[in-house]
T-cell receptor
Framework: GQNIDQPTEMTATEGAIVQINCTYQTSGFNGLFWYQQHAGEAPTFLSYNVLDGLEEKGRFSSFLSRSKGYSYLLLKELQMKDSASYLCAPHSNYQLIWGAGTKLIIKP | GAGVSQSPSNKVTEKGKDVELRCDPISGHTALYWYRQRLGQGLEFLIYFQGNSAPDKSGLPSDRFSAERTGESVSTLTIQRTQQEDSAVYLC?????????????FGPGTRLTVL
């Protein structure tokens, strides 16, 4: 079957660092997407990992281990605007398999 | 257009009525997806179109749901005899000619409320 596991909710402080973990099981795997979704808005693309390792893009980094079925999204220098849901989405064949996402709450 | 557009942005209907939701994908994007998102929940795949291939309808929850796409452009999602559990945001996304593996660009969604 196909399964995605990420924490339902996390809380962090403005200026700090937070790591959102995702484990997945899919039939077929091409890569993994991370999307950000603010309340009441559509998801927007953050990153796509195909190979094992860390991809850094500004304040956001994403890591993938294909053999472990594991990924994380690392957010540095947190800002209040980072309060949103973060969706881990493994890519299997032509589909993205969507988890329920992690709601990140940033406190001053 | 510059991005994926959807209409209407909001739709309130009475139980039992039919509704039609529209999606205009990014020009040149051959892949188009419809998703449903209930409040506080993740994205639920409904249907996928890729070029002229037969669509993947495996996510449609019942025969009240159907979707069409005209060539590689506009798509419409139709819900017949709406029920209260159909209330959700319906999101459309499109991706580049290479199809899966490429970033999906989402429209703003249509918020459907069934009274």
């Amino acid at each position: 079957g196909q399964n995605i596991d990420q924490p339902t909710e996390m809380t962090a402080t403005e200026g700090a660092i937070v790591q959102i973990n995702c484990t997945y099981q899919t039939s077929g795997f091409n890569g993994l997407f991370w999307y950000q979704q603010h309340a009441g808005e559509a998801p927007t693309f953050l990153s796509y990992n195909v190979l094992d390792g860390l991809e850094e893009k500004g304040r956001f980094s994403s890591f993938l281990s294909r053999s472990k079925g594991y990924s994380y999204l690392l957010l540095k220098e947190l800002q209040m605007k980072d309060s949103a849901s973060y969706l881990c989405a493994p890519h299997s064949n032509y589909q993205l398999i969507w988890g329920a996402g992690t709601k990140l709450i940033i406190k001053p | 257009g510059a991005g994926v557009s959807q209409s209407p942005s909001n739709k309130v209907t009475e139980k039992g009525k039919d509704v039609e939701l529209r999606c205009d994908p990014i020009s040149g994007h051959t892949a188009l997806y419809w998703y449903r998102q209930r409040l506080g929940q993740g994205l639920e795949f409904l249907i996928y179109f890729q070029g002229n291939s037969a669509p993947d309808k495996s996510g449609l929850p019942s025969d009240r749901f159907s979707a069409e796409r005209t060539g590689e452009s506009v798509s419409t999602l139709t819900i017949q005899r709406t029920q209260q559990e159909d209330s959700a945001v319906y999101l459309c996304a499109s991706s580049s000619p290479a199809g899966g593996g490429d970033e999906q660009f989402f429209g703003p969604g249509t918020r459907l409320t069934v009274l």
